[in-house]
């Protein structure tokens, strides 16, 4: 009792310290970028460089980097749930995500609460950019497409520009403050097909069309975000804000704008993956330069990471030997590292030592407690679960609270994962099972242990050093599958000492 007493005093003691001196933060999540998208890392690894990152290259040389950082999940919409609630997915009503505007997201009926709640409750201003993509766009059916009650407002932000879909589905629309935002004067909502959207007319994308803004382009939904962002940082630069902005790079379909921000895009690298990567390192750079420009930057957490690990499917750019993975095995959707080990960078001058590196494995929706810690907020640990607070790491002091495990999830299933250490465990959904996705009970009676690597010493995930049918790893393999199943079933923290 003693013990935790001294340890809930330090915490609070803490979070007052920090509440005394708010600094900024902002949270860029790229949409879809892998390691081997950043040039930095190309460059480090030896490989040739297809397309410079000078930007988001000048916050790893300003800040910290993160070797062992991980998306929550290998998709996006599982992921956009943790990160607003430092929580897997796998605590929500679905699992695998959310992605209709107007399904159930999970947050509130799931009793959770958000990081722009917390950062509220602290003081901070609170701001949304981009792409929403988790559910609750829309509370209340039939769905009115010129003005939501749901969406980041709802959800504790005081201002929003955001797309509900992303650039990937309907509404093909923004909505700022919940309003329709018109992209132009004889702007009217109406049915876009496939060509508007910039989706191939393929059976498999027969549903990317649709509701839209009429003047839909999504080639001008960067610029429009970046610049709505920077106008906000100019605007409210007086009082501490958190940006939570989401980009719509590198998502497909692949539309990039001709130039941004005085910088040529269109057509300067092999592909137009390559030219949307280039396009995301251009907004980066856009809003550093507005936090410097208002004043603010030297008090500002600035962290840059992706909601999944990137994309292989561009023929051009795999062609030219783009590697999107940076060597490790799989990519977006996958259960292996290629699909959610993902940049993490954080800057933060006079505070994080520029050109540190950490080892330190974690998951990017530790934003959720870092941000609690920084607005003097106290963390619920039945609310926010599974979020370790990342500022001892950032500023180089004694860690005390970090992952016993961490757990990832392919895109749709059925492979599922658990981390102890430098070791990983992958399972599989063996036996049929009816709804598994839904059917958290009979998904994880049916799972089997397929694969346990060491990523010490084969990070690559090479099949042959799978040693998940060795004798001599059978307790090891037990254990960890032991130990996964009861934290699912007993809905346990995956945080330890």
Known sequence: MMKTAVAVTALMMATAAWAAGKPNVVLVMADDIGLGDISFNVRERGSNVLVETPNIDRLIAEGMRFTDA???????????????????????????????PEADSGIDTGGWTTSARIAK????????????????????????????????????????????????????????????????EDSVIKEID????????????????????????????GPILAKKGVDYI???????????????AVHIPHAPPVELDGVKIKGTTPGKHGDMIKELDVQVGMLVRALKEAGVYDNTLFI????????????????AGHDTSNGLNGSKGSIMEGGHRVPFIAVWPGKIKPGSVSDEPIISHDTVATIATLAGQPIDRSLVMDSMNLLPVFLGQEVKERHANLMHQAAG?????????????????????????????????????????????????????????????????????SRYLQLRKTHATTLGE
């Open 194 to 221: 496939a060509d508007q959207t910039h989706y191939s007319t393929s059976k498999k994308h027969l549903d990317r069309r649709g509701i839209a803004d009429s003047n839909w382009d999504p080639a001008q939904a």
């Open 70 to 100: 991980h998306s929550p999940a290998s998709l996006c919409a599982p992921t956009r749930f943790s990160m607003l609630t430092g929580n897997y997915s796998y605590r929500n009503h679905s699992a695998f995500g959310v992605w209709k």
């Open 304 to 319: 840059f990471t992706s909601d999944n690990g990137g994309l292989s499917w561009d023929k051009d750019m795999k062609a």
């Open 121 to 184: 409750a602290g003081g901070y201003q609170t701001a949304f950019f981009g792409k929403w993509g988790l559910g609750s766009s829309w509370l209340t059916t039939p769905v009115n497409w010129e003005k939501q009650d749901g969406g980041a407002l709802h959800f504790g932000f005081d201002y929003a520009c955001e797309l509900p879909e992303g650039v990937q589905n309907i509404p093909f629309a923004f909505y700022e403050n919940q309003v329709w935002m018109k992209l132009g």
């Open 413 to 481: 299933g059925p492979s599922l994962a658990i981390r102890d250490a430098e070791w990983k465990l992958i399972m599989k959904v063996k036996a049929p099972v009816k709804d598994f996705k839904f059917n958290a009970e009979a998904m994880l009676a049916a799972l089997e242990p397929v694969a346990l690597y060491n990523l010490k010493d084969n990070l690559f995930e090479e099949s042959l050093e799978n040693l998940v049918l060795n004798p001599e790893y059978k307790p090891r393999v037990d254990a960890m599958f």
């Open 234 to 248: 100019a605007k409210h630069a007086a009082k501490p804000f958190f940006i939570y902005y989401c980009s719509q």
